[in-house]
């Protein structure tokens, strides 16, 4: 019982000291977004306007949202297909349905990447909501299978986090292992 009491006043301490000492991660710095890396997906679009450093609003020439841009990385840089991450780039209409996923510049063997495309693996999620996307079941590629679940991993945080940064609702966020052994602890 002694060595579980020494055990946890050392989890105490180390989590009390992290908390006092320990500085967060840099916010996230999204990179410039050209017009016409999004006129593909939106034709009439005239500015892509950063938000925060969470996501894209794509407007038309009048101001009014199109709909979003998320880009994967760097929420999913610790998904990797069969040689790397998977970096997407999902494009959202304004009614947060998905109208495209697109795998960006990647270490993927070329020849895998296009079978997925070739698939229609990337399509399986169109028209969809965030929430259908990220409850949906989609099978991974015959013969690339490394590349297709790299995609769904990425496709899965990516939309997680985007749910989190709409709702701004941080109690609905799962608390840490510290701030659940903290709230025993006041018991």
């Known amino acids: 019982m002694k060595a579980i009491k020494t055990l946890f006043g050392g989890l105490m301490l180390a989590g009390a000291l992290c908390l006092g000492g320990c500085t967060p991660p840099p916010p996230v710095r999204l990179?410039?977004?050209p017009l016409a890396d999004v006129t593909p997906?939106?034709?009439?679009?005239?500015?892509?306007?950063?938000i925060d450093t969470s996501y894209y609003?794509?407007?038309?020439?009048?101001?009014?949202?199109?709909?979003?841009?998320l880009l994967s990385a760097p929420y999913s840089t610790s998904v990797?297909?069969?040689?790397?991450?998977?970096?997407?780039?999902?494009?959202?209409?304004?009614?947060?349905?998905?109208?495209?996923?697109?795998?960006?510049?990647?270490?993927?063997?070329?020849?895998f990447a296009q079978r997925v495309e070739a698939n229609g693996f990337y399509a399986s999620w169109n028209g969809l909501t965030i929430e259908e996307a990220m409850a949906k079941?989609?099978?991974?590629?015959?013969g690339a299978t490394f590349t297709?679940?790299?995609?769904?991993?990425?496709?899965?945080?990516?939309?997680?986090?985007?749910?989190?940064?709409?709702?701004k609702d941080y109690g609905s966020i799962k608390p840490s292992f510290w701030q659940r052994l903290f709230a025993l602890r006041r018991r």
């Open 148 to 167: 297709s679940e790299g995609v769904k991993g990425s496709l899965a945080l990516r939309l997680e986090a985007y749910q989190r940064q709409l709702s």
């Open 31 to 33: 990179p410039e977004l």
């Open 41 to 50: 997906y939106f034709s009439e679009a005239a500015e892509v306007q950063t």
């Open 137 to 142: 079941q989609v099978d991974a590629v015959s």
């Open 80 to 111: 990797h297909g069969y040689n790397g991450p998977t970096p997407l780039l999902i494009a959202l209409d304004a009614e947060n349905r998905i109208k495209d996923v697109v795998l960006m510049a990647n270490q993927e063997t070329p020849r």
């Open 57 to 69: 609003l794509v407007k038309d020439a009048k101001g009014h949202v199109l709909g979003t841009v």
